[in-house]
């Protein structure tokens, strides 16, 4: 199933009909990247696009991040956007092909599991430009990695979950065991570790084996039964803190902290942009949450793609470039220890400057 969405230059989102074809594409205006102060820039036509993997554009998550970005360079560049959305891995081929048959020439991938199919579509249209949120497997002139190390920023969540744990057990699952997931829960766990040894501390970390590799998964990125099930397994065992890491499996965790009651005390650290933002009416529920700025991230590829700058080499997020961070812990700032700001300060400084050491088999 392929859901088409023409993103208009005002920002605003118009349904579209799959057959519907989309034609011309203005120049970017004023578009960044002159070479030199008040140098002209480059006028380079582009249609921009972008292509969802089955969590859908609406998760309030990972695809959600992305179609902002997206959107915001259309904005600034006045063009108009396509957004297409996969319903399953077996439309992610098919929509690359009809987003290239509109004429987009910057087409952005959102995530990993559209690598296979965003390789093969670029080797085969090698006039267009392509970026990849959370991949850089791929080698070709025309395709730019968006990669983020977000085990540093899942560091400090690790260490604020362990810090604000009244149970001493916290908890981290994934969806699909993938790098751009297992790389979460690397830090977090990491991070958690570190304040055991700060503390002289016992917090129990549940769910994932950062040695091993191994860990739990729901087996998908889909809200559900499943993803409520893994929630409540934690629950059971005394987690109080959780961090589901896979776009909208986050919303079962919910029902299953609703489930508890009130009262329960127990919390959640969100992925990939800050929840309370996303889904405010949890906001109570949200202790923090580990920021990946995939908007800025999409929408600087496009603008250096706009301005004839398009390059294959990596954007990588960090917590030195504030790429990755930590969101702020709105409703329980109150509630976490007075001295656990000043030390995730001194730990991101420590972490930048290589005096703390995070290590992934999934950083970038």
């Not at 579209?16 to 480059?42: N, Q, V, Y």
């Not at 952005?108 to 006039?127: C, K, P, Q, R």
Request: contains cysteine.
């Amino acid at each position: 199933m392929r859901k088409f969405t023409r993103t208009v230059a005002r920002g605003g989102a118009v349904a579209l009909g799959a057959a519907l074809l989309l034609t011309g594409c203005a120049a970017a205006p004023d578009a960044p990247g002159a070479s030199e102060p008040g140098a002209e820039a480059p006028v380079v036509d582009i249609q921009p696009c972008i292509v969802s993997d089955e969590g859908g554009f609406d998760d309030r998550s990972f695809n959600q991040l992305g179609a902002e970005g997206m959107r915001a360079a259309a904005e600034g560049l006045g063009v108009e956007g396509i957004e297409v959305e996969s319903a399953s891995p077996s439309d992610y081929a098919p929509n690359l092909d009809s987003v290239i048959a509109e004429g987009c020439n910057m087409v952005v991938s959102v995530g990993f599991s559209l690598a296979e199919a965003t390789g093969a579509a670029a080797a085969a249209n090698t006039d267009v430009n392509f970026a990849i949120i959370d991949d850089n497997s791929i080698e070709a002139d025309n395709v730019q990695p968006i990669v983020y190390d977000t085990a540093q920023a899942a560091f400090l969540a690790g260490y604020a979950a362990a810090s604000y744990s009244e149970s001493g057990i916290i908890a981290t699952w994934g969806g699909i065991q993938i790098p751009p997931v297992t790389i979460f829960m690397d830090g977090f766990v990491q991070g958690a570790e570190y304040y055991n040894e700060q503390k002289g501390a016992d917090v129990q970390i549940l769910g994932w084996d950062v040695a091993a590799q191994t860990g739990s998964f729901t087996g998908g990125f889909a809200a559900g039964v499943e993803a409520k099930s893994m929630a409540q397994t934690y629950i059971d065992q005394g987690a109080d803190v959780l961090m589901p890491v896979g776009g909208p499996i986050f919303l079962s965790a919910v029902e299953a902290i609703r489930d508890q009651g009130a009262d329960s005390g127990i919390t959640m650290v969100g992925v990939d942009a800050d929840l309370v933002e996303t889904s405010p009416d949890n906001a109570d529920i949200f202790l923090t949450s580990v920021l990946k700025g995939m908007s800025t991230g999409v929408q600087t590829v496009i603008e250096q793609a706009a301005a004839g700058e398009f390059s294959n080499e990596p954007y990588v997020g960090t917590l030195e470039n504030d790429g990755v961070g930590l969101a702020p812990f709105h409703e329980f700032e109150e509630s976490v220890d007075p001295a656990l700001a000043g030390e995730l300060d001194d730990i991101k400084a420590a972490i930048i400057a290589g005096e703390i050491t995070v290590e992934s088999p999934a950083s970038p």
